[in-house]
T-cell receptor
Framework: SQQGEEDPQALSIQEGENATMNCSYKTSINNLQWYRQNSGRGLVHLILIRSNEREKHSGRLRVTLDTSKKSSSLLITASRAADTASYFCATGLTGGGNKLTFGTGTQLKVEL | EAGVAQSPRYKIIEKRQSVAFWCNPISGHATLYWYQQILGQGPKLLIQFQNNGVVDDSQLPKDRFSAERLKGVDSTLKIQPAKLEDSAVYLC???FGTGGRTEAFFGQGTRLTVV
């Protein structure tokens, strides 16, 4: 079963706009990570936020984490056509062998 | 730094046949993961190794799937016999630290088609 659920499932925006996608999870986590997957390729790590952090930035990416609501959001500012991809959140679970489990993903399309 | 290597990239087999996938993680990475990704879905963890020990294999269909990581380095994932629903991309990943605590690096995956 999937630990995380992304919302929305699909998102279409114009180049230059901001894109926001959300992730909700079920159990206690050590950290939450976001990955990008271009069509037919492997996943690429974007950013990791630990359970004791609330916000993190990396370039045009901003991630927030609310452990009380078991949710996270990924904001991509000033989107580009090259940002078109699927985005997944992944949770590093506390205990249970520290599994890394993925959500269902958001398909982002950035149009020119 | 060399990335995670997987082979083959593509494989087409008939149902009930067997198939094996190979993964070479990044040197020094203790944790190795195998994921199954069905088209349009997120990766599903099949098995997670810490060095050569199994950390989690709760979602591995053990009646047909098997995996090993000899000497805590390379790993193979086998399916025998394959079913139509096994058609998916099989992703291998590795991470330096304890699983789930650091970023994972992914290979390009093996696309399996069972006909």
């Amino acid at each position: 079963s999937q630990q995380g659920e992304e919302d929305p499932q699909a998102l279409s925006i114009q180049e230059g706009e901001n894109a926001t996608m959300n992730c909700s999870y079920k159990t206690s986590i050590n950290n939450l990570q976001w990955y990008r997957q271009n069509s037919g390729r492997g996943l690429v790590h974007l950013i990791l936020i630990r359970s004791n952090e609330r916000e993190k930035h990396s370039g045009r990416l901003r991630v927030t984490l609310d452990t009380s609501k078991k949710s996270s959001s990924l904001l991509i500012t000033a989107s580009r056509a090259a940002d078109t991809a699927s985005y997944f959140c992944a949770t590093g679970l506390t205990g249970g062998g520290n599994k890394l489990t993925f959500g269902t993903g958001t398909q982002l399309k950035v149009e020119l | 730094e060399a990335g995670v290597a997987q082979s083959p990239r593509y494989k087409i087999i008939e149902k009930r046949q067997s198939v094996a996938f190979w993964c070479n993680p990044i040197s020094g990475h203790a944790t190795l993961y195998w994921y199954q990704q069905i088209l349009g879905q997120g990766p599903k963890l099949l098995i997670q190794f810490q060095n050569n020990g199994v950390v989690d294999d709760s979602q591995l269909p053990k009646d047909r799937f098997s995996a090993e990581r000899l000497k805590g380095v390379d790993s193979t994932l086998k399916i025998q016999p394959a079913k139509l629903e096994d058609s998916a991309v099989y992703l291998c990943a590795s991470s330096f630290g304890t699983g789930g605590r650091t970023e994972a690096f992914f290979g390009q995956g093996t696309r399996l088609t069972v006909v």
